[in-house]
């Protein structure tokens, strides 16, 4: 690679930043080399990959909130059909910029759309993820129903949570006299945000895990395993 074609392809990230992926470019370049969480999203990444397919020839896939693409160049690499659904104009340019760098703009759809557009949508892919979004949403149990219809096999859900991690198997009914229970340790709780959290006024919600499970059963899927902090496999029941 010569001196000047190092030189545009720095410039080119740098006039796309900031980034919140770190990708690691076929050329061997950083997108995020200084991240402030470390080598992001590739330390997540190391801890779910194992529970996803090796081969996911022949697999459709929907990566909710792709941001730079991360998850929907590994799902791509791994022979999925992926869709990467993203709201954000800056991040998708990243994304579309990005899969041209790996030679992957054929193999991959990214779309401008939030979650809110599979509501009632009827399309559906094997493999969802729906990572690092559900708390950034103002009616996250409307997108959480629509996710899980959108998910044919597989769904990785992925949120911020509030610490601790107990759980008790909600009752069937609850007396109206009863209350005092939904104070009790490991009730489903999810914590509303009226202002900022970590300087984002968009983080709206933080679930505690027994919450998180909660709506996702309730939302018609099984949780199948909690492989990392803060991340779940889940089915669909049906
Ligand atoms: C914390 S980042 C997570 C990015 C990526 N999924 C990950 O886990 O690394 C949140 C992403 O969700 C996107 N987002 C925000 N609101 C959304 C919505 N209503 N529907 C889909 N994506 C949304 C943001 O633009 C951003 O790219």
Not at 39 to 64: E, M, N
Request: hydrophobic share 40%; aromatic share 8%.
């Amino acid at each position: 690679m010569t001196l000047q074609s190092d030189a545009t392809h720095d410039a080119e990230i740098a006039g796309l930043g900031p980034w919140f992926h770190n990708l690691h470019l076929p050329d061997g370049r950083q997108t995020a080399p200084d991240h402030p969480l470390g080598d992001f999203p590739s330390f997540k990444w190391r801890k779910i990959a194992p529970h996803v397919p090796d081969d996911l020839s022949g697999w459709t896939a929907l990566d909710i909130g792709c941001n730079a693409g991360f998850y929907t160049f590994e799902l791509a690499r791994r022979g999925a059909r992926v869709t990467g659904l993203e709201p954000d104009a800056h991040y998708l340019a990243q994304a579309r910029w990005a899969a041209a760098r790996y030679g992957v703009q054929d193999d991959v759809e990214l779309r401008r759309g939030t979650v809110y557009d599979l509501v009632d949508a009827h399309e559906r892919w094997d493999l969802v993820l729906f990572m690092g979004v559900l708390y950034h949403l103002r009616h996250p149990l409307l997108a959480l129903d629509a996710v899980a219809a959108a998910t044919r096999r597989l769904l990785v859900l992925q949120t911020l949570t509030m610490p601790g991690d107990a759980r008790v198997d909600p009752p069937r009914d609850l007396d109206i006299d009863e209350r005092d229970r939904l104070l009790g340790r490991g009730w489903p709780v999810m914590a509303f945000i009226e202002h900022k959290l970590a300087d984002d006024e968009t983080n709206w919600w933080a679930p505690n895990v027994a919450c998180v499970e909660a709506m996702a059963r309730s939302a018609g899927l099984r949780v199948d395993a909690h492989p990392a902090h803060e991340t779940w496999l889940c089915s669909p029941c049906g």
